[in-house]
């Protein structure tokens, strides 16, 4: 029996998401088997040959994920549509980890929904049985989401009474992720079958940090102070440089250790259009390498993301970007839009830094109390802790609450390109699994020493375990799954009307 991943129908967007889980998976091509597929996966567009060979699937007991639009294809029923804002899973047990999951968009939702509530407390997707297999229904396809590239202003949940907000992408792609990710693993558990995936850090890491540092006008002492903080907790970090307004940092910036160095701008502006955005960010990488430096990496102003500042990463020889208008709390993808990837890395980070907080007139220990409570909401839900920094917002005693946090949790620390050589090679991998009685037969690669496998049952336990030919189940020590932290009470108030967007908006136009 394969543990195998089936793809139906031409879905880009299944291809990165299961990418990102570290799942095995190929695309169906003619029949599906139940012992060849473990699950299916389809697209938003397939023909009634293929419609019919997933109801055969699913009689012989196999399980689907679909959206509303093909469980009503396959089905012969309908749907309702209307448009949603968001879902909330903390009341759907199987889902706890998911948290808040914004679409903003309209939707199809199966009639006989049960699980994740809107705004307005209506169940919107269907996990259940199917024509004697198993389905879970969403209310969205997959590739609409992966093609939303819309932004928006949101604002993030904090104890303190203000709540920070930021201008990032409209879906959280990394809470969407997890919801599928979990609704794959119940369809195997119903199956009786045991979920296995590519952990997501080296080894059996809880989590990891990787720390980056917008410079946008920082002196020589205040970078070097920072850098000094980071040298001292033994974090390192990645530093974008604003290279118009900082020519004079280049010696110091030469003098750090175990540290690495990616272009911010040269005027600190993105721009709609390729033209402009290439020859903004060309004029930086000039003064790169006049300084004898190089940039595998790229962070815009103002986290803003569009295709023109995409092509124009791509084709200036950038490995990866990191901007919280295409993605932010989630791992490592690679952006999908005019019918291909564009082959450039998006590595996202934690949206809210000190200076949304400043603005917000935190104080420090409120700004202390608001990265504990995201620090361990984060290591619960076993996220990566990527944070990031200007070093003109100071405030040092925050920052060394967080590198304390990741040193007392024994995380590993990485630079950008370090943890995108990692991911790149984890996403490399062609795995190739299969139960044979209380073993796992693996096929992989050589040289996977630091990439685990986490291997969950329908017990509610999970071990993680080094990647070898032949994984004796039964002799592993298996452990219960940790819980979540559960959301605050008042958490939904971050997406109530958050006056002061609008109120900083009009400040911000009349500094002009």
Same mark, same amino acid.
């Given at each position: 029996?394969?543990?195998?991943i089936?793809i139906?129908?031409?879905?880009?967007?299944?291809?990165?998401? +299961?990418q990102?889980?570290g799942?095995?998976?190929? #695309?169906?091509?003619?029949g599906?088997?139940p012992?060849?597929?473990? /699950?299916?996966?389809v697209g938003?567009?397939? $023909?009634?040959?293929e419609?019919?060979?997933l109801?055969?699937?699913t009689?012989n !007991?196999?399980?689907?994920?679909?959206? /509303?639009?093909?469980?009503?294809?396959? /089905?012969?029923t309908?749907? &309702?549509?209307?448009f949603v804002r968001y879902?909330?899973?903390?009341?759907d047990?199987?889902?706890?980890?998911?948290?808040?999951?914004?679409?903003?968009?309209?939707? *199809?939702v199966?009639?006989?929904a049960n699980?994740f509530?809107?705004?307005n407390?209506?169940?919107t997707?269907y996990?259940?049985?199917f024509m004697?297999g198993?389905a879970?229904?969403?209310?969205?396809a997959?590739?609409?989401?992966?093609?939303?590239h819309?932004s928006t202003?949101k604002?993030?949940?904090?104890?303190?009474?203000?709540?920070?907000?930021?201008?990032?992408?409209s879906?959280s792609?990394?809470?969407?992720r997890?919801?599928i990710?979990?609704s794959?693993?119940i369809?195997?558990?119903?199956?009786?079958?045991?979920?296995a995936?590519?952990?997501y850090y080296? #080894?059996?890491?809880?989590?990891l940090?990787?720390?980056r540092?917008d410079?946008? =006008?920082?002196?020589?002492?205040e970078?070097?102070?920072?850098?000094?903080? @980071?040298h001292?907790?033994?974090?390192p970090m990645?530093?974008?440089?604003d290279?118009k307004?900082?020519?004079?940092?280049?010696p110091?910036l030469?003098?750090?250790?175990?540290?690495?160095?990616?272009i911010?701008?040269?005027?600190?502006r993105?721009?709609?259009?390729?033209?402009?955005? =290439?020859e903004?960010i060309?004029?930086a990488?000039?003064?790169?390498?006049?300084?004898?430096?190089s &940039?595998?990496g790229?962070? @815009?102003p103002?986290?803003t993301?569009?295709?023109?500042?995409?092509?124009?990463?791509k084709?200036?020889g950038?490995?990866?970007?990191?901007?919280?208008s295409?993605?932010?709390?989630n791992?490592p993808s690679?952006?999908?839009f005019d019918?291909?990837?564009?082959?450039?890395?998006?590595?996202?980070?934690?949206?809210?830094c000190?200076?949304?907080l #400043?603005?917000?007139?935190?104080n420090?220990?409120?700004?202390?109390q608001?990265?504990?409570f995201v620090?361990?909401?984060?290591f619960?839900?076993r996220?990566?802790?990527?944070f990031y920094h200007?070093p003109?917002?100071?405030?040092?005693?925050?920052?060394e609450h967080?590198?304390?946090y990741? $040193?007392?949790h024994?995380?590993?620390?990485?630079k950008f390109?370090?943890?995108?050589?990692?991911w790149k090679k984890?996403?490399?991998?062609?795995? *190739?699994?299969?139960?044979?009685g209380?073993h796992?037969?693996?096929?992989?690669?050589?040289g996977?020493?630091?990439?685990f496998? *986490?291997?969950?049952k329908?017990? !509610?336990?999970?071990?993680f375990s080094p990647?070898r +030919?032949d994984?004796?189940l $039964?002799? +592993?020590t298996?452990?219960?799954k940790?819980?979540n932290?559960?959301?605050?009470?008042?958490? +939904?108030?971050c997406? #109530?009307?958050?006056y002061?967007?609008p109120l900083?908006?009009?400040v911000?136009f009349? /500094?002009?």
């Amino acid at each position: 029996m394969r543990l195998n991943i089936g793809i139906l129908g031409d879905s880009p967007g299944w291809h990165i998401l +299961l990418q990102q889980e570290g799942l095995p998976h190929s #695309k169906v091509n003619e029949g599906i088997s139940p012992e060849e597929y473990s /699950a299916v996966v389809v697209g938003n567009s397939i $023909d009634e040959r293929e419609s019919e060979s997933l109801r055969a699937y699913t009689k012989n !007991g196999g399980s689907i994920i679909c959206s /509303a639009q093909m469980y009503a294809q396959l /089905a012969g029923t309908n749907y &309702a549509r209307f448009f949603v804002r968001y879902l909330v899973t903390e009341t759907d047990a199987d889902f706890e980890q998911s948290g808040l999951i914004d679409l903003n968009r309209k939707c *199809r939702v199966p009639l006989n929904a049960n699980v994740f509530r809107n705004e307005n407390g209506a169940t919107t997707a269907y996990i259940g049985e199917f024509m004697g297999g198993h389905a879970a229904v969403l209310p969205f396809a997959v590739d609409e989401l992966f093609l939303d590239h819309r932004s928006t202003q949101k604002s993030f949940y904090s104890p303190a009474k203000r709540l920070p907000f930021e201008r990032v992408s409209s879906v959280s792609r990394g809470n969407v992720r997890k919801i599928i990710s979990r609704s794959l693993e119940i369809l195997h558990h119903r199956r009786s079958l045991p979920y296995a995936h590519l952990w997501y850090y080296p #080894k059996s890491a809880e989590s990891l940090c990787a720390f980056r540092v917008d410079t946008d =006008r920082g002196t020589a002492e205040e970078i070097e102070n920072l850098y000094d903080l @980071a040298h001292q907790h033994r974090v390192p970090m990645t530093w974008f440089i604003d290279t118009k307004n900082q020519q004079e940092v280049f010696p110091l910036l030469r003098r750090m250790e175990n540290q690495e160095f990616g272009i911010h701008c040269y005027s600190h502006r993105v721009f709609a259009d390729y033209d402009q955005n =290439r020859e903004n960010i060309g004029k930086a990488l000039e003064i790169f390498r006049l300084e004898n430096l190089s &940039a595998r990496g790229f962070a @815009a102003p103002f986290g803003t993301w569009n295709k023109g500042l995409a092509r124009a990463v791509k084709e200036l020889g950038f490995e990866y970007s990191s901007e919280f208008s295409y993605d932010y709390d989630n791992f490592p993808s690679q952006p999908y839009f005019d019918d291909r990837t564009t082959g450039v890395w998006q590595i996202p980070v934690h949206p809210i830094c000190v200076g949304s907080l #400043k603005r917000q007139g935190y104080n420090h220990a409120r700004m202390i109390q608001y990265f504990e409570f995201v620090l361990r909401q984060k290591f619960a839900a076993r996220d990566p802790l990527i944070f990031y920094h200007h070093p003109k917002d100071g405030h040092h005693g925050v920052l060394e609450h967080i590198f304390t946090y990741v $040193d007392s949790h024994r995380l590993p620390s990485m630079k950008f390109h370090e943890l995108l050589q990692w991911w790149k090679k984890r996403a490399a991998i062609t795995l *190739r699994l299969s139960i044979e009685g209380t073993h796992m037969k693996v096929e992989a690669p050589d040289g996977m020493e630091d990439v685990f496998l *986490r291997i969950s049952k329908g017990d !509610g336990t999970e071990v993680f375990s080094p990647v070898r +030919l032949d994984i004796p189940l $039964d002799t +592993l020590t298996w452990e219960p799954k940790p819980r979540n932290a559960r959301l605050p009470a008042d958490y +939904l108030r971050c997406r #109530k009307f958050n006056y002061r967007i609008p109120l900083t908006r009009i400040v911000d136009f009349l /500094a002009r």
